[in-house]
Every structure is written in C-alpha cells, then in structure tokens.
C-alpha cells in the first residue's frame, strides 16, 4: 500500500482483498485484538462536520491502543491562518498521521504532499474513499462480490465516484441513474470501463438490481442549492414503488447522514432490506485495518 491513502484508484485488487480480510479478522475480535498503535496519535483535520468519520476514526484509534486530535474548521484554518505547506509540515513534527475532511480535492492533495506522514482523506468533493471502501466491504459481507449488480440512484457526487473505483476494482456491475447534468466525475466513469452503465431513469438502473444505493441530493457545500436540486432529484427519490423493481431480496444501502423524505422514504430507510446501519459499524472496522496498515 502506497503511503497515503487519499483514492481507491492507488490500490491493487490484492491490497483491497487484504484490507478486508484485516478488517474481518479486526471486526471478529474487537474486544480482544492487540493494541498494534500504542503511543501514535492520529490528527483529524475537518473542515467540514461529521459523525461517522470522526466517531469512528476516534474510536478506532483508542481501540488499537492510539490517540486522537481532532482539529475543527476554526482550529487550524487552512490556508487562511496559514499556508497549507506550514500547516502540514508542522503537524507532521507532532502527528503520526493524520485524516482530512475538506472541500476541494486540491486542498487535500496539498496537505498530503507537504506532509511526510500518512495522509488519509476522510472526504474532499470530488471522492470519499473511506465510504466506498467499508460499502465494498459490506457488500461482500452480506452478498458477496461475485456477479453482483450496484444501482446508485441520485447525484453523481464524491460517493459515487469513489463506488466507481471501488467496483471496477473488484469486478462489481454499477448502474447509474443521475439527472442530466449531475452524473459523476467523466474520467472516473470513464475508467470504470464496462463495469458502470448510465441509465436515463431511475427505474431502469435498478431493475434486477441487487443493492440499492443512494446519498443526499446536495452534499456539503452545496446547501445553497438545495431547493433547486429537490425539484431537478425528484424523479430519482429511492421509495418503495422503485425498490420493488430491484431484486426481491435486495438491499438499501445509504453512507448517511440521510435527508429523509428526499432521497429516500422513511418506510426503505427503515424497512428490513436496509442495512445502514450495518454499513456505519463496518467504517470503523475497515479504517482500523486502514490505520493499522499504514501505520503500524
Ligand atoms: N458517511 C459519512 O461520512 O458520515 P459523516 O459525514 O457523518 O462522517
Ligand atoms: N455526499 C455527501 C456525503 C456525506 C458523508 C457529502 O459530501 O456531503
């Protein structure tokens, strides 16, 4: 594994393979695995807010025996109090490593090529590696990845694009229904070759399908166009007369936070087909395999 991980596109087929089996093996012995990262500190650098990165990163952490700093949007200030090169050189003097939440992907890649230790990316607008790798992850727990079909359903965001890796990666069928104007990044779809496919409607990208996936429609940063985006997604709202085309014992999958009511309906988001939740728990498990393998 290279020494970062900021994208999917950096790993082999075997490294992935290997994260999952680590994180399998982390996942099973959970109360009882050593504590591979004594006297390591990981720093969070997030300027955007989060429940699932932070908690399980920070859990994580203490779980294999580290520590966490975590450092909000007010506390460093990225290239406003500072020039991004000082700011990820000196925390490299105190960090071990460190994960970054920030808007454009260009911030990121800075801060990983100024600092001179791991560099993990817990979200930038164009990809959200972590989400992506634990959903395979899932994915394989509950199905399987052999002859497998993905539908993601909505906006051709940084989720999407890091599934788009990831499936191609390991051979797993991604059918895309955006609206016109919201499809995911062209090179990205692009590299996934013959594995994803665009659809013109929801309905038809998730025939037969065997996961059902969605995000929100307007991703952080994008709260100023909310209203506009409810109108345009409307036709691309996961609800239960959709998931009745997919596959009868289909799965919802979601990265969450959810907007209920938006892109997906109460009664699928808590219906038995949903594994959400699961899906949440497998983020700490995954990025512990993650820290261990980069750090350790
Ligand atoms: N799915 C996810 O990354 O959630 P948070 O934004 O809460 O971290
Ligand atoms: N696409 C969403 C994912 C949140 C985990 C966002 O960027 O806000």
């Not at 790993?11 to 004594?38: C, M, V």
């Not at 490299?92 to 800075?110: G, P, Q």
């Not at 390991?170 to 919201?182: F, W």
């Amino acid at each position: 594994m290279s020494r970062d991980f900021l994208s999917i596109k950096d790993l082999t087929r075997n490294e992935i393979e290997e994260l999952f089996g680590f994180a399998a093996g982390l996942k099973l012995s959970r109360k009882t695995h050593d504590k591979p990262l004594n006297n390591k500190t990981l720093g969070l650098v997030f300027e955007k807010p989060s429940n699932r990165t932070r908690v399980s990163f920070e859990v994580g952490m203490f779980e294999l025996g580290g520590n966490t700093i975590y450092l909000g949007s007010d506390e460093i200030k990225l290239g406003k109090r500072e020039a991004i090169k000082d700011a990820a050189r000196v925390l490299s003097r105190y960090l071990d490593a460190m994960v970054i939440r920030t808007f454009s992907h260009d911030r990121l890649l800075e801060m990983a090529q100024h600092s001179s230790v791991p560099v993990i990316n817990g979200l930038t607008d164009l990809l959200h590696p972590c989400q992506a790798l634990s959903d395979l992850f899932t994915i394989k727990e509950k199905k399987g990845l052999k002859d497998i079909t993905l539908a993601f359903v909505g906006d051709g965001n940084n989720v999407l694009n890091s599934l788009l890796y990831g499936c191609s990666k390991l051979g797993v069928k991604i059918n895309i229904a955006c609206p016109k104007g919201y499809e995911p990044n062209k090179d990205i779809l692009k590299n996934a070759g013959a594995f994803a496919k665009l659809f013109g409607s929801a309905l038809d990208a998730v025939e037969g399908a065997d996961i059902v996936y969605t995000d929100v429609w307007a991703s952080m940063g994008q709260e100023k166009e909310q209203k506009k985006r409810s109108r345009i997604f409307k036709p691309f709202q996961v609800n239960s007369k959709l998931l009745s085309l997919a596959k009868r014992n289909a799965v919802v999958m979601h990265c969450l936070p959810a907007h209920r009511g938006e892109e997906i309906t109460d009664d699928v988001l808590d219906s038995r087909q949903s594994i959400v939740i699961d899906q949440a728990e497998n983020r700490l498990h995954l990025q512990k395999a993650i820290l261990v393998k980069l750090l350790q």
